[in-house]
């Protein structure tokens, strides 16, 4: 498909309809019908969409985060939602149509048996002099599938799923391009997050919206961030003034409260009326420099992640000497009329100049009281054996000896990676003894042999307050086996009914031969554990993919691969030589074996 960068993809949690949100470099309207695609998930065929309301315009494109001038660089979190009967897709660019900046959501039927992609409704935002509509930035589904939430620069918006209308819009008048998430959802509270100045100063805002009020969605409340009084501890102080960007939110696993992570600190919210339970100051960055204007992908993926009754938040430091980051857990107190938040335990890395990009927490019954946090960062992974009361930590070296560290933050040299997750507890835990995991960590490894970048993975065995020694990490060198050519890990997936992973990478656009895999497998790799507790890579079971052309996910891709029941869809695209023109897009799929 010429001219298509792809950005986001979903699959439906039955495993049926993959779709695939693309953008055009220049962000221009044409009727291709490139810029949303449907696939049957099981079979690989793409699926017809019937045409929306404004024809054409069904094929918006969208500006990518590394593409455009400055002005029009905009990054985002998630641009596709999806469940087993609707699809919401959204995308921000200048229109040629209207010759402004417009927002265009598209509400889709999917549920029809064989699928059958039919578009509900198709809204457009136009940018008018008193009003801007420019930066899509993320979307959400309730978990009953009745509502929709978006935010956008300056804007948050909420659709009745069931019908595709939209009930509720609200101008903030923020910005949300320096987050990794800035929408959650329960089945009757939305959260919307995003930034703007107060007297020179920014401050993250959080909005509260009443999904089931009594004449439909309303916002409850809205909170800005610094109040010095909040801050229960931490190095701040009255004097200081630092920028207090928003990073990222997790809801509890009851459902009752929020956790966000900002600049600085970690706050959190109850939400069942909007009550302030405080926040947490722990002199910790979220966002790497020049993140905000560069946008997602420069520094962590998930930042915080919250439990019953604890918030787990990774963070940084510059000081001189190197970057030095720690694992901040906060105890979340919502019983009671006055709940409160606090410090509980501080962990800090041990290796000056290692960065932290991706937080994954245990999620089985077993472990939901006192849970585990595996922690990815460039040269070490993290393991915090017991959540609850910040039980042993582990430390393991992520690279073999004489290797340079994994790297799995920011953008890659030429061609820009996304990375998007790097940490994953797997497989499933209902394979394995109570309470073990194999921790799982992706990357990119610099082989000092052949010094090409390789595609790379670690994985250990753990449980829960029994750490295991460093020594016993596996560490797999994945893509071209014989080092000659490049390949940068993109994202990873688990795949919920096997034991297996899939693996998405990239290549350079000078690998543009029509059989690319074939030469190591560089794009797409699905393995399993077969063993769960061995310690020698043959417990993998590994087969690279050759039947799959192209130079990889590029660019700006949010997910690149993603896996639901038996079925695994990934999204790449090729490059010419100058890394410009996208002149092809991928789009791949797997039953899992």
């Known amino acids: 498909m010429d001219g298509a960068n792809p950005c986001d993809i979903a699959i439906s949690p039955d495993g049926m309809v993959a779709v695939v949100r693309s953008f055009t470099p220049d962000g221009n309207t044409t009727p291709s019908g ?75 039927d999917i549920g029809q048996s064989p699928p059958s992609p039919a578009c509900l409704a198709q809204h457009v935002f136009v940018s008018t002099g008193e009003t801007a509509h420019f930066q899509a930035h993320d979307v959400a589904i309730t978990p009953d599938g009745m509502w929709a939430v978006v935010n956008e620069a300056l804007w948050w918006h909420v659709f009745n799923l069931r019908t595709g209308a939209l009930v509720l819009s609200r101008q903030h008048g923020g910005q949300v391009d320096s987050m990794v998430d800035s929408v959650e959802v329960t089945n009757d509270r939305a959260v919307v997050v995003y930034y703007k100045a107060v007297s020179n100063q920014v401050h993250t805002f959080v909005d509260l919206i009443d999904l089931l009020g009594a004449s439909g969605p309303v916002q409850m409340t809205s909170t800005s961030h610094p109040n010095y009084s909040d801050w229960a501890s931490g190095p701040l102080q009255s004097t200081q003034t630092p920028p207090f960007f928003p990073h990222d939110l997790s809801i509890t696993r009851d459902g009752l409260g929020v956790a966000i992570s900002m600049d600085r600190g970690v706050a959190a919210y109850r939400l069942s009326d909007g009550y302030l339970m405080g926040a947490v100051g722990d002199g910790q960055d979220r966002n790497y420099p020049g993140a905000p204007a560069s946008g997602l992908g420069t520094g962590q993926a998930d930042s915080v992640e919250a439990t019953l009754t604890e918030a787990v938040a990774i963070g940084f430091t510059t000081p001189v000497g190197g970057t030095l980051w720690q694992v901040n857990i906060v105890a979340l107190n919502l019983g009671g009329a006055t709940p409160t938040i606090a410090p509980s335990a501080v962990f800090p890395s041990t290796e000056a100049g290692s960065e932290p990009h991706d937080l994954a927490v245990t999620t089985s019954a077993g472990n939901d009281i006192n849970p585990m946090a595996l922690v990815s960062a460039n040269g070490q992974a993290i393991v915090i054996t017991g959540v609850a009361g910040g039980a042993a930590m582990e430390v393991f070296a ?77 560490y797999l060198t994945l893509g071209d086996t014989s080092g000659a050519n490049a390949t940068r890990c993109a994202d990873m997936a688990v795949i919920p009914l096997t034991s297996g992973l899939a693996l998405r990478s990239s290549a350079p656009p000078d690998q543009l031969d029509a059989n690319a895999c074939a030469l190591g497998g560089r794009d797409y790799i699905q393995f399993k554990i077969t063993n769960p507790v061995a310690t020698d890579p043959a417990s993998f079971d590994y087969q690279y993919e050759t039947d799959f052309g192209g130079s990889g996910t590029t660019w700006a891709a949010v997910d690149s691969v993603v896996a639901a029941r038996f079925f695994i869809a990934s999204v790449g695209e090729r490059l010419t030589a100058d890394e410009t023109n996208p002149i092809q897009c991928f789009v791949h799929h797997q039953r899992a074996k």
């Not at 449907?38 to 985060?65: D, E, I, K, R």
């Not at 030429?414 to 990357?443: E, Q, W």
């Open 398 to 474: 992520t690279a073999p000896a004489g290797a340079q560290s994994i790297v799995v933050s920011g953008y890659s040299t030429a061609p820009k990676t996304r990375v998007s997750d790097s940490a994953f507890f797997a497989p499933p835990p209902i394979l394995l003894p109570p309470n073990s995991y194999n921790a799982v960590i992706s990357g990119t490894l610099l082989n000092p042999a052949t010094n090409q970048d390789q595609a790379a993975v670690m994985y250990f065995p753990i449980s829960a307050g029994v750490g295991a020694a460093g020594a016993s990490a596996t």
């Open 34 to 108: 490139h810029f949303m695609q449907f696939y049957n998930a099981q079979t690989g065929a793409q699926l017809p969409l019937s045409a929306c309301s404004s024809g054409p315009n069904v094929s918006y494109g969208l500006l990518g985060p590394v593409v455009g001038t400055a002005s029009k660089a905009y990054p985002f979190s998630d641009l596709v939602a999806i469940n087993n009967s609707r699809a919401i897709i959204v995308g921000s660019a200048f229109s040629q149509v209207s010759g402004a900046d417009e927002t265009h959501v598209y509400v889709v």
